[in-house]
């Protein structure tokens, strides 16, 4: 069965520098949610989208940016990168009503030198 | 607000034994409750929720909850634990009086080390 997919895997940047982080939901899924995972800690939730429209906001920095497109794919965009943005980055879609689970992809690891 | 707690970092078993993870919420509405794994560098993956009815829910890989509402928990447990159950175990809640498809909120998890 098709899977969330990010891309890149693993990405390096330096501080101030901008990086963007691509999630391609599970086909027919109607909303996406990005997490952010710092070393050691819980997902936090940073912002989700439902039917290409922002649904829900949570500690996202106003660094950050997101969008979801027309065939549901969403971008996340980090500019002025601090070191504390290193992280493993997670999108996750979910389809059909408030009571379903996300399914997560395998996360994107950005590191900040 | 919502919001989860696991008051264990961590959880030692050995291989066989039974095991439980611990889990309390809280919502200001019905809860809706997720148990999800993470194995090192991967996604989460899920096990098993709680919507409503019976309160012992059954998931994959042989792990089951038990839903209870008095005591605001949701405690994820096995009869008997394989060494591949070594993993970090997260509990997640979304309140269902927050209209919309709202984001999970996460514990800050739990570690269970299964010993040969």
């Known amino acids: 069965a098709a899977g969330v997919i990010q891309s890149p895997r693993h990405l390096i940047k330096e501080k101030r520098e901008t990086a963007t982080l691509k999630c391609y939901p599970i086909?027919?899924?109607?909303?996406v949610y990005w997490y952010q995972q710092g070393p050691g800690q819980d997902p936090q939730f940073l912002i989700s989208?439902?039917?290409?429209?922002?649904?829900d906001k949570g500690s996202i920095p106003d660094r950050f940016s997101a969008q979801q497109f027309s065939d549901y794919h969403s971008e996340l965009n980090m500019s002025s990168l601090e070191l504390g943005d290193s992280a493993l980055y997670f999108c996750?879609?979910?389809?059909?009503?408030?009571?379903?689970?996300?399914?997560f992809g395998e996360g994107s690891r950005l590191t900040v030198l | 607000a919502q919001s989860v707690a696991q008051p264990e970092d961590q959880v030692n078993v050995a291989e066989g034994n039974p095991l439980t993870v611990k889990c309390t919420y809280s919502?200001?509405?019905?809860?809706?409750l997720f148990w999800y794994v993470q194995y090192p560098n991967r996604g989460l993956q899920f096990l098993l929720k709680?919507?409503?009815?019976?309160?012992l829910v059954k998931g994959s890989y042989g792990f089951e909850a038990e839903f209870n509402k008095s005591q605001t928990s949701f405690h994820l447990k096995k009869p008997s634990a394989l060494v591949s159950d070594s993993a970090l175990y997260f509990c997640?809640?979304?309140?269902?009086?927050?209209?919309?498809?709202?984001?999970?909120?996460f514990g800050s998890g739990t570690r269970l080390q299964v010993q040969p």
């Open positions: 997640a809640v979304r309140d269902g009086a927050r209209p919309g498809r709202r984001a999970l909120t």
């Open positions: 919502v200001s509405g019905n809860p809706y």
């Open positions: 996750a879609s979910a389809s059909g009503s408030v009571t379903g689970e996300l399914f």
């Open positions: 709680y919507i409503t009815g019976d309160n």
């Open positions: 989208f439902y039917e290409k429209m922002q649904s």
């Open positions: 086909p027919r899924h109607d909303t």
